[in-house]
Nanobody, 123 residues
Framework: QVQLVESGGGLVQAGGSLRLSCAAS????????MGWFRQAPGKEREFVAAISRSGSSTYYADSIKGRFTMSRDNAGNTIYLQMNNLKPEDTAVYYC????????????????WGQGTQVTVSS
């Protein structure tokens, strides 16, 4: 069992930065692939980024490559999403999630989800 709690969302102007955090509870945190997803109003939930169990491999959606960076701290049971050069189209609720499936970017492969944190980027 893994419980996830996101924080760090807010309102920012275009070009600004935010850092999202996701605190995890549960002994199996370090053995799980962790991911960030987002969902804008009226749209399906989409993959943003994922990181391997050790943190040595990361995966990013094309839309955020070069702007977002995902990292994890297994000792602290926390994952992060550093978001730079934010754009209005990045506005969404951002969710962290945990999966047993290595390297997956598919929503259906993630079993545990946080409650989400709102990110709003104004133009």
């Amino acid at each position: 069992q893994v419980q996830l709690v996101e924080s760090g969302g807010g309102l920012v102007q275009a070009g600004g930065s935010l850092r999202l955090s996701c605190a995890a509870s549960g002994r199996t945190f370090s053995s799980r692939l962790m991911g960030w997803f987002r969902q804008a109003p009226g749209k399906e939930r989409e993959f943003v980024a994922a990181i391997s169990r050790s943190g040595s491999s990361t995966y990013y959606a094309d839309s955020i490559k070069g702007r977002f960076t995902m990292s994890r701290d297994n000792a602290g049971n926390t994952i992060y999403l550093q978001m730079n050069n934010l754009k209005p189209e990045d506005t969404a609720v951002y969710y962290c999630a945990a999966s047993w499936v290595l390297g997956t970017t598919q929503v259906q492969d993630y079993r545990y989800w946080g409650q989400g944190t709102q990110v709003t980027v104004s133009s």
